[in-house]
């Protein structure tokens, strides 16, 4: 049965820092592995996703990276913004689709 | 084009009480999900469709619960005789897809249920 951690469960950071977000799954055989955002009392949006046969993704300040082997992946945030503040999930596509516990991201003016 | 969109946004109902929840995926997506976040539980996997083959309901927490999928389209959730552990955000979501490259996942806002 597949289980994701995400590592740390939460992060306070003053504005500008670059950061890494860390996601680890038990089970190295998935489709694709995709990181979301979700702002209190909202849905999820989908920032990255990584298909099994990718390394990493990159999107403006995002840049995710997969390594099935080790089952992990990093979600790097560079410069970050207040605008950043948010729960961050990631989410390893398997048989299912299997959530993290997320990472509450604060970002400090 | 319109992203998945769900209805209602909120749902407050008695505990017995039966509940429908819609999900309309984005058009043109073969596969849709449902899954739901209790506080504190995170997000959970309740079942998944994939065009017309037999849903994948794997993750329905019991047989109160039932979901069907019309025309491949429009999906329904339903939740028999709701207890108040059943209060969560149910979310849907759909991709064009399962197999890659078509396979990300678009989610909707969700429906907020509480069961008094």
């Known amino acids: 049965k597949q289980e994701v951690t995400q590592i740390p469960a939460a992060l306070s950071v003053p504005e500008g820092e670059n950061l890494v977000l860390n996601c680890s799954f038990t089970d190295s055989a998935i489709y694709n592995l995709q990181w979301f955002r979700q702002d209190p009392g909202k849905g999820l949006t989908s920032l990255l996703l990584?298909?099994?046969?990718?390394r990493e993704q990159t999107s403006g300040r995002l840049n995710a990276s997969l390594d099935k082997s080790s089952g992990r992946s990093t979600l790097y945030i560079a410069a970050s913004q207040p605008g950043d503040s948010a729960t961050y999930l990631c989410?390893?596509?398997?048989?299912?689709?299997?959530f993290g516990p997320g990472t509450r991201l604060s970002v400090l003016p | 084009g319109a992203g998945v969109s769900q209805s209602p946004s909120n749902k407050v109902t008695e505990k017995g009480k039966d509940v429908e929840l819609r999900c309309d995926p984005i058009s043109g997506h073969t596969a849709l999900y449902w899954y739901r976040q209790s506080l504190g539980q995170g997000l959970e996997f309740l079942i998944y469709?994939?065009?017309?083959?037999?849903?994948?309901k794997s993750g329905l927490p019991s047989d109160r619960f039932s979901a069907e999928r019309t025309g491949g389209s429009v999906s329904t959730l339903t939740i028999q005789r709701t207890q108040q552990e059943d209060s969560a955000v149910y979310l849907c979501?759909?991709?064009?897809?399962?197999?890659?490259?078509?396979?990300?996942?678009?989610f909707g806002p969700g429906t907020r249920l509480t069961v008094l």
């Open positions: 989410a390893a596509y398997g048989q299912n689709f299997v």
């Open positions: 979501a759909s991709s064009l897809f399962r197999q890659e490259p078509y396979n990300e996942q678009f």
């Open positions: 990584i298909q099994s046969s990718q």
């Open positions: 469709f994939q065009g017309n083959s037999a849903p994948d």
